[in-house]
């Protein structure tokens, strides 16, 4: 089953991704893209990558990374993807310089195996897109919503982080028509702050934040990820982290979950997402500030003894 990332870029080398990723390819465009444009070079800026005053943050290089490490890792150093079974599609959309809108329908369309001017066309479709990327309009654009809507008429499922805005309205994707929205939820089932607040929001996953009160080993409330860290010489080297934390990492425990639904059911579509669903969700705590919100948390589990 493939899961298109759309994101930073994904660092192939890591070896709790090897096996597990297929050729994918960088569409940021000229000139927001330091290595001139688009290629086939689907890994994210060098640490040190400056766009003009702009630095390219450790978190933004290794963001990729650790996203498609929930999708599908292979569990070397402890991390365990959802769906180890899934084939990561890579397509870098950000780095040291901003993206464009015209890139990310260029790679929603190219994750989907639409044709895209300029790019050969994606000889692995995805059929689960996932984008941890949040903040773009506050009402679905009309460009946007007809692409995905010819995305999901293709019968592709698209996951999109509901955005860390601290308990605000879902930005673009997410608040899109057919998008599956993601907040998060932390160890002990309450939404976190971070998270955006919405009764749109289809469902929540966990998404990390701070410690909680407990001496029980899941109070770290941290994500483990396949990430990138420095040594003590200031060298970078592959490791495995307890550090994922937003709406950015509880997106693509659903494009896992997702993923694995439909490795047992393969000719499912979209729309038998909204009728299998209730039964893979639990209740969330309410939340007093959103009266009109019903969260419902993502319990896989739930589902596996019911018909």
Known sequence: MVVAVIDSGVIAAHPSLKGQLLPGYDMLSAPNNLRGGRSTDFGPDERDARCGQRLISGAFRTHGTEVASLIAANGTDGVYGVNPTAKILPIRLFGACSMSRSDLLDAIAWAAGLPVAGVPDNPTPAKVINMSIAGGLTVCGADLQRLLNRVIEKGVFVVAAAGNNF?????????????????????????????????????????????????????????????????????????????????????????????????????????????????????????????????????????????
């Open 167 to 307: 308990h605000k309205p879902l930005p673009e994707p997410a608040n899109c028509n057919g998008v599956i929205s993601v907040g998060a939820v932390d160890a002990e089932n309450r939404i976190e702050t971070y998270s955006a607040l919405d009764p749109r929001t289809i469902l929540y996953a966990p998404g990390g934040g701070k410690r909680l009160p407990s001496d029980a080993y899941w109070a770290i409330n941290k994500l483990m990820v396949a990430t990138y860290d420095l040594d003590f010489l200031g060298s970078e080297r592959s490791a495995a982290l307890e550090r994922g934390v937003g709406t950015s990492f509880a997106a693509p425990i659903v494009a896992g979950f997702i993923s694995l639904w439909l490795s047992h059911q393969p000719q499912k579509q979209p729309s038998d997402l909204s009728r299998d669903l209730p039964k893979f969700l639990r209740q969330v705590d309410p939340i007093e500030k959103c009266a009109e919100c019903t969260p419902k948390g993502l319990a896989a589990n739930a589902g596996i003894t019911q018909p």
